[in-house]
Nanobody, 123 residues
Framework: QVQLVESGGGLVQAGGSLRLSCAASGRTFSSYVLGWFRQAPGKEREFVAAISWSGDSTYYLDSVKGRFTIFRDNAKNTVYLQMNSLTPEDTAVYYC????????????????WGQGTQVTVSS
């Protein structure tokens, strides 16, 4: 099992940047695919980005491509989401998740979840 704790959220102006971090417990961190999801008020939780076990493969929600970057440091048991050129539409609670299937954009593909961190982008 793995426990996930996100940090780095906050309030930022449109056009600004934030870096989210997700620290994981457990000695099998490198065996998990890691993803970031987000949930805006009144909306379903949606996939944002994911990264493979080794970190050499990533994929993104179309609307964040070129703005967001997911990367991981297996030595530190941490996955990151660098978010640039933020817009008010990016406002949401961001969740880190761990799973075993690379390629899943569904919440069902991830077994472990963090508690979420709020990102608010003002116009």
């Amino acid at each position: 099992q793995v426990q996930l704790v996100e940090s780095g959220g906050g309030l930022v102006q449109a056009g600004g940047s934030l870096r989210l971090s997700c620290a994981a417990s457990g000695r099998t961190f490198s065996s998990y695919v890691l993803g970031w999801f987000r949930q805006a008020p009144g909306k379903e939780r949606e996939f944002v980005a994911a990264i493979s076990w080794s970190g050499d493969s990533t994929y993104y929600l179309d609307s964040v491509k070129g703005r967001f970057t997911i990367f991981r440091d297996n030595a530190k048991n941490t996955v990151y989401l660098q978010m640039n050129s933020l817009t008010p539409e990016d406002t949401a609670v961001y969740y880190c998740a761990a799973g075993s299937i690379f390629g899943s954009r569904s919440i069902k593909g991830y077994a472990y979840w963090g508690q979420g961190t709020q990102v608010t982008v003002s116009s």
